[in-house]
């Protein structure tokens, strides 16, 4: 129903930033929970980060990525960004933003919109 558009994906050296942004369109995100994730090549997509449209928009982050990434909406602009800093090798995958409209949603399974995904690559 809400179309996602990734972009900000780009090659970095480790210890680098990138913020990654989420362009929505179709729908209002101000009422769905967002969440971002990444599948690296060969792996399962795993969560990242997500945060709430209610109760206080509360965030959360996957224990490999709490204290590096933030996750913030802005309404006004429809968009949602995922700030990443001090940047792994290991973070190196296809990062997906995607939304529901249940709250404390961590799992894949839960979230109906996806985006197409943008590739972050992190040199050693």
């Known amino acids: 129903q809400v179309q996602l558009v990734e972009s900000g994906g780009g090659l970095v050296q480790a210890g680098g930033s990138l913020r990654l942004s989420c362009a929505a369109s179709?729908?209002?995100?101000?009422?769905?929970?967002m969440g971002w994730f990444r599948q690296a090549l060969g792996k399962e997509r795993e969560f990242v980060a997500s945060?709430?449209?209610?109760?206080?928009?509360?965030?959360y982050y996957a224990d490999s990525v709490k204290g590096r990434f933030t996750i913030s909406r802005d309404n006004a602009k429809n968009t949602v960004y995922l700030q990443m800093n001090s940047l792994k090798p290991e973070d190196t995958a296809v990062y997906y933003c995607?939304?529901?409209?249940?709250?404390?949603?961590?799992?894949?399974?839960?979230?109906?919109?996806w985006g197409q995904g943008t590739q972050v690559t992190v040199s050693s």
């Open positions: 945060i709430n449209w209610s109760g206080g928009g509360s965030t």
């Open positions: 995607a939304a529901t409209k249940g709250l404390g949603q961590i799992a894949a399974r839960f979230f109906g919109s």
């Open positions: 179709g729908r209002t995100i101000s009422r769905y929970t």
